[in-house]
Each structure stands twice: as C-alpha cells, then as structure tokens.
Nanobody, 120 residues
Framework: QVQLVESGGGLVQAGGSLRLSCAAS????????MGWFRQAPGKAREFVAA????????YYADSVKGRFTISRDNAKNTGYLQMDRLKPEDTAVYYC?????????????WGQGTQVTVSS
C-alpha cells in the first residue's frame, strides 16, 4: 500500500500558475501509474491527468489539455501537476492517486487532497 500526501494548493488569480506535488511512501510508487483527480463543490469527482510508471505515457482530460502538465520523479517518489493559465472553473480539491494500472486508478490509493482556488 502506498501513502500519498499532496501539497502546493492555494489561491491564485485567473491566468496564473500553481504546481502541485504528491509525495509517496512505499516501494510500489515507482512501478505504479499515478494520476490526479479533482472535485469541485457540488460536483462529481473527475479525472484530470495520469502518467504511467516511467513517464512515457501521459493522459489528460480535454478540459486541461494544453494547460496542465503531469510529471514524476521516481528517484524522489514524487509526482507533480503543473497547472498554467488557470481558470475559475479549475477551482476544486485536487487528489493524487496511485494504482498498478491506468484502468484501476480510481480504485487505487488516494491522498487527502489539496485545495486550489482560482479567482476571477
């Protein structure tokens, strides 16, 4: 089982940037797919981005494609989500997730979440 702790959230103006980090403990992180989900108030949790174990493959929701970049540093057991050109609709709690495969991501290990608020 891997434990995940997100950081880097905060308040930013529209058009600004934030970089989220996901620190993992446990030996499996470097061999697992990791991803980011988000949940806005009153809305269902939604997929944001994912990256396979070695970083060769990345996947993005259409709503963030071209603005967000997912990456990982397995030597540091850490994943990242660089968020640029932020919009008010990006406001949500962002969760880091890790699982053996992309298909099992939503049922994997979850962090506690970090709040991102984008003001207009």
């Amino acid at each position: 089982q891997v434990q995940l702790v997100e950081s880097g959230g905060g308040l930013v103006q529209a058009g600004g940037s934030l970089r989220l980090s996901c620190a993992a403990s446990g030996r499996t992180f470097s061999s697992y797919t990791m991803g980011w989900f988000r949940q806005a108030p009153g809305k269902a949790r939604e997929f944001v981005a994912a990256i396979n174990w070695n970083g060769d493959n990345t996947y993005y929701a259409d709503s963030v494609k071209g603005r967000f970049t997912i990456s990982r540093d397995n030597a540091k057991n850490t994943g990242y989500l660089q968020m640029d050109r932020l919009k008010p609709e990006d406001t949500a709690v962002y969760y880091c997730v890790s699982a053996p495969t992309m298909a099992r991501l939503s049922s994997g290990s979850w962090g506690q979440g970090t709040q991102v608020t984008v003001s207009s």
